[in-house]
């Protein structure tokens, strides 16, 4: 047992924060410092600068262009990135379709695919959530009817992240509607230009658009765009699913709000003094900040036995990642809201780039209240808490 | 010991809840929100028609009479239907604060027109610094021969976009933070000198940011005792989250049905979600949350006329902690059990769980009162 | 709307107050002071006082000794009571066996009963809960079988209360073996002198003897002491469990405590000051009374609801008041452990009376710790919460 | 960055696993208990044996070279079973301060007897006002020629009662609450002047209480810097901090295997308690509070041997307020599912939970901690 860093492991993240702290824009930082939304064009370009250097896919095979490095070094590049506040990889692509097409894809899917979403020449979304189909995933009803050389699908889709931005949609549909829930999925990459899509907007409760409904109807798709074997959707999902354990924490990012509160807090009267002085304050702060190292430990220790574990075998401390993870970012924003406390009153819309009226109030307030309202889904999407509990019980503790 | 309603107040509570039945429909509500001054003006004079804009006015001013309970009735109706109008600001606050120490003459001038639905009033108070301190007064007063000239700035004023007059705090004595030396001005809003930005806020209403540059008033423009004015602004403060703490049980006791209804009828997994035990208990702990809130609104109801001032304020205090906490928790937890839905603007859920979350932070959230109220011994002193 | 008390009422709880001040003896007194357990001794001797006075069984008709007080006063009285510190009555008879042979018994049982409990002549204790019963209690397996003028009764049941103390026992009993669980259940009384019966008493984990099993073993009871009719026992049982509402908040005692924590945090030194100006606890002492105002308030919706509704139409808000009234006397007796700190470690054996060596440490200190492990029952006995939220989503809230 | 268990350690953790295994079933644990001692020579010797007394000694004083994880190692399995034995007392505290302040004839005479089962330590510093504040001690040393002379008292002091040496803190210049002029002094526990009083803890151990009137000690008793004690006494309680935490975690862990065992087998309603949804997730916030907890005891374990003493002692105490928030948290959940034969001391259960409970009482609980670390910057601080 050492949980140090070995003197190789801390030049490395030196020579990453070096990196970061030299090839992040400069509007991309002051968006960083002032909890700004990044446009699309802010991720796609720090995606390239990342692909550029070598380390836009750092945990895919070193064919597909990954570095090689061992978990121990990819979380130490994945925290370091949290940390600066710099734009978070594209998910959907770099950590969900991307290992998908790497696991199961043929070559011609492979090399078609992998290289664009690397470099972010395609925008990928999710197409799994359906109305009736939250938590119950399996329920999905979207219908894939085998037509020559094509699918033709019709349903919808929704809680689409980011679908407005989006190329291309990796999807699940129904190709056996006789078979069973879990049965009959299959696993489909739709061009978001087929004739058929249709894209709605939903405001969500900040007042940001990131989340869609995508209607498909009869939606042409070509059969060489199905992932694996008809039928076996399914199980590419659940490897999905499972395949994201780590990041999920964002232990890094919410380290970087918590010293953003520090510094928003020394600026901000209380009284006579700051809000830091605010003894209440700093004990919540604290109080975070401890579970947050525990957190940190745990995301350590499953990292560290990724090292030794091979593929598919999970710590099963994993588990908490998601759960606590969760909790902690939205604690964090809930103390910003705090410390802003009338400050974050105002309704400032954030259009991307180009909003030159003067802030009302503190530059930094006007995404306080806007974060804590939007960081209530990280409780409810990718499998809700209380899905993660449920498994905890069932999975872990054979309840 | 009586908890109930007068027979003449539930009919009172029938008739405000079935004129916003009528009007706050989920469509409407957004369509008064995205208007200019964002609230209905036709839902403004029903309720002058009704009496309620002159509820707790002598008769003389066109008053009805009323009292605290019947404030609670209308602020509760008023929050389970998410009402927009300018309740809080121009009666609660507004009226409340001339009510207790305007002159006979002021009154007589200011309350018919706010009776009658012609005069919006705004408090305007909150500055850069103050956060929640009521004695944080920087903005300036200052005598010139028989007038006064005000100077600074003041933040989220609430409907200070719509208001026709501006009831401003300034320092007319002391420093910064002294108690002593505050003086309340009846400012109209369009007096030379003033600059109003006005903007929607974070629960879909609207406040502005007013500067205020040289502004010169009559001297009939004080209300009471220019130096003394901080006890009536506490006073009415009190009042003001009195109020609060009513509108948030009625948000609260909407959203919590609509919750339920949502776990009733939702399905998933081939069964009501409702019937998950973990799901059930978490509705009943919101709603052991939202009868303790209520329990708490009424306490600060009959304490609005109580005449200690320091038991009023700290059973206010602790109605107002109550409040912020239930409040919380309720809204966290109908979003959570609503799942994706309740993240987006087109469920009422969201909307009410972000007014629960600004009334908890108008006047001082849950755990400023808090560390106020333990500070200064606790709810129950030796 | 007027939640003030009338002047007459104002009266009443100043005779009350002055009446338990002159009449509480000195070393029971003392023993409140301390949080010292009181003896049986003790609590016959109070009920006695009280008795004397007319005022032991006030919620009773008038014709069996009751006062005649409604619900107000009746709270007025029981709060009076609790805030002082005195000894409880003892609920077995006064609120659970009483009041169910008033409403069941037949003329013969009351004359017999009833004036003893109130003198406290008889202690009874509770036979409900089975080994295999608990919070599922009507799956209980006591039997008894006709034999002439008895019922012999056969089964063992446990956590009884006071057992050790007990003259009798009220029991639920299965007289119809063949019917279904709810079904087929008689109330018995019977007296624990009664050949067959075993007691034995199980220490818990705060180190003293409440609790007990009962063994019955060919126990012959009279069927003169079957309360009502054969069968009908569930239906009493629900009534005995449904009738005390409000006493179970312990509204006015959390608020003794609440006081006698305070005036011990103003002697405990921590660091330059005393425990009182510690800026925390008095925050955490704070929310403790905020809480409890607000369940104090909810507590006198039902007192006065019931002055106008028939009776067994309760309240729905009275399912609130042990879940949060339980939840509160947690929070307390956990608030006073942190105050005693390093002074509740030494365990000190509270014999009854005659306890002659000095205290080690404050002679508040020794009740502390085992107060707050006592204090973890109130959340599991009488329903536990998880029942109380069962109760709450399935009959209030429909779900 | 490795957080397993070398080969070696981890026979090591199953050599004491099984020994603890085969003398602590629950009716052995109650005899030993209800000793005099309160714990089992036996088991010590057989402690001694395996060489866990001197685990942290040099090779010189029959030391085996473990370190802070070793100390883990066992803490933990004690933890696990519950041990009584004064492990703690002994050799975290005990050797511990010898280790790092003893002089090289004071270690010789003094650690291979520990090492040999053969003398019991206690480290009497705690009284009456300090509460949990290290530096607060009022007991007086005072020289006279070439000896000194303590007065004054010390509770709860661990295993003071079969303690052979008491190493008693006490103040040898400055006021009451100077960091400076505090003395450590080896004190034989049959030595004039020394009254102790033996009482069982509240989980089932022992301490007792120290009067120490005019008690006359060599110089050769005065440990260290006779005026410079303290930083030792808090690198030995950081010591002793991690050390708890670890026994924390095995408590835990075989609490919650427990409870979970529990919802398995135990029946109603027609179902194993387990099926219930809301006792699931229950039992999955148990278990996502033991890993926190285990992952922070790791922690404060690493911590041990860091040299920025204030590096240290902020992850350390960190620790601590984990330990203590999930130990809470755990031993009430497991009561509360155990429900009422949880109650009874006849159940493993409860016992665990008083453990739990008094190890975030021992040298300052979670809220103590929060709010010194809180004020000392956080555990981040800039």
Known sequence: MDLRFTSDELAFRAEVRGFIAAALPEPLRTKAALGRPFSKDDVVAWTRILNAKGWAVPHWPVERGGTGWDPVRQYIFLDALQQSGAPQMLSFGVNMVGPVIIAFGNEAQKRRFLPRIANLDDWWCQGFSEPGAGSDLASLRTAARRDGGHYVVNGQKTWTTFAQHADWMFCLVRTDPAAKKQKGISFLLVDMRTPGITVRPIQTIDGGFEINEVFLDDVRVPVENLVGAENEGWDYAKFLLGNERTGIARVGQTKEWLRRIRRIAAQERDGEGTMLDNRRFRERLTAIEVELKALEMTLLRVVAGERKSERGKPDPVSSILKLKGSELQQATTELLLEVAGPHALPWQPQQEDGWNEPPIGPDWAATVAPSYFNHRKVSIYGGSNEIQRNIIAKAILGL | ?382
């Open chain 2, 1 to 382: 010991m009586d908890f109930d309603l007068s027979e003449e107040q539930s009919l009172f509570k029938d008739v405000i809840g079935r004129l916003l039945a009528g009007h706050y429909a989920f469509a409407q509500r957004d369509t008064y929100a995205r208007s200019e001054t964002g609230w209905s003006r036709e839902v403004w004079s029903r309720l002058a028609e009704m009496g309620l804009l002159a509820l707790s006015f002598d008769a003389a001013h066109g008053g009805s009479g009323g009292g605290p309970v019947e404030t609670m009735i209308a602020m509760e109706e008023f929050g389970r239907a998410l009402a927009l109008e300018p309740y809080l600001a121009t009666v609660v606050l507004g009226a409340g604060l001339l009510r207790h120490c305007a002159s006979a003459e002021q009154k007589s001038s200011l309350l018919p027109r706010v009776a009658s639905g012609g005069l919006i009033l705004a408090f305007a108070h909150t500055e850069r610094q103050s956060r929640y301190d009521l004695h944080d007064v920087a903005c300036r007063a200052r005598r010139d021969g028989g007038a006064w000239i005000l100077d600074g700035e003041k933040m989220v004023v609430l409907h200070g976009d719509s208001a026709d007059v501006l009831l401003v705090t300034a320092r007319t004595a002391g420093g910064r933070r002294d108690r002593g030396g505050i003086g309340l001005f009846a400012v109209d809003a369009g007096a030379d000198g003033v600059t109003r930005r006005g903007y929607a806020t974070q629960d879909g209403r609207r406040a502005a940011h007013v500067a205020l540059a040289n502004v010169r008033v009559d001297a009939v423009a004080a209300l009471g005792d220019p130096e003394g004015a901080l006890p009536v602004v506490e006073r009415v403060v009190d009042e003001a989250m009195a109020a609060l703490a009513a509108e948030a049980v009625g948000v609260m006791l909407a959203l919590h049905a609509q919750t339920v209804d949502h776990l009733r009828t939702r399905r998933q997994f081939g069964a009501a979600i409702g019937s998950f035990q973990a799901l059930q208990h978490r509705a009943a702990d919101m709603y052991v949350a939202v009868e303790q809130a209520r329990s708490m609104a009424m306490l600060a109801t009959m304490m609005v006329a109580e005449s200690d001032h320091l038991l009023r304020h700290r059973h206010i205090a602790a109605a107002k902690i109550q409040i912020g906490r239930s409040g919380r928790f309720v809204g966290q937890q109908a979003i959570q059990l609503h799942g994706g839905i309740g993240m987006t603007a087109e469920c009422k859920a969201g909307h009410a769980f972000k007014r629960l979350t600004t009334i908890d932070t108008l006047f001082g959230d849950a755990d400023h009162h808090l560390c106020r109220l333990a500070a200064s011994g606790g709810l129950e002193p030796d």
